[in-house]
């Protein structure tokens, strides 16, 4: 079993920068990737940024390149997305999510990861 946990999250106003982490736990814990997403009222859960395997390679959405970094500690077992430039329409809960099933490259699609945490809100104040 895996456990994520986010943090981090908060009210903002906008043109401000948050700092969300992810802690990852669980026996034997190997990912394949891991990514965050995010789901705004009324809608669906969207990508927004992940890392493949090793971190050497990264994937943004068009909406927050240029504005938001993914990277990890790997001595931690923990995943950072730095999100500056904050718009109000960045307001979402925020979710991290692991890959342990076994695959090259970087992945977009919420099914494609196995496991997920509670989501910590971030509201961004215009």
């Known amino acids: 079993q895996v456990h994520l946990v986010e943090s981090g999250g908060g009210l903002v106003q906008a043109g401000g920068s948050l700092r969300l982490s992810c802690a990852a736990s669980g026996r034997s814990f190997v990912s394949y990737g891991m990514g965050w997403f995010r789901q705004a009222p009324g809608k669906e859960r969207e990508f927004v940024a992940a890392f493949n395997r090793n971190g050497g390679n990264t994937d943004y959405a068009d909406s927050v390149k240029g504005r938001f970094t993914i990277s990890r500690d790997s001595a931690k077992n923990t995943v950072y997305l730095q999100m500056n430039s904050l718009k109000p329409e960045d307001t979402a809960v925020y979710y991290c999510?692991?890959?342990?099933?076994?695959?090259?490259?970087?992945?977009?699609?919420?099914?494609?990861?196995?496991?997920w945490g509670q989501g910590t809100q971030v509201t961004v104040s215009s």
């Open positions: 999510a692991a890959r342990t099933t076994y695959g090259l490259g970087i992945f977009r699609l919420r099914t494609s990861y196995d496991y």
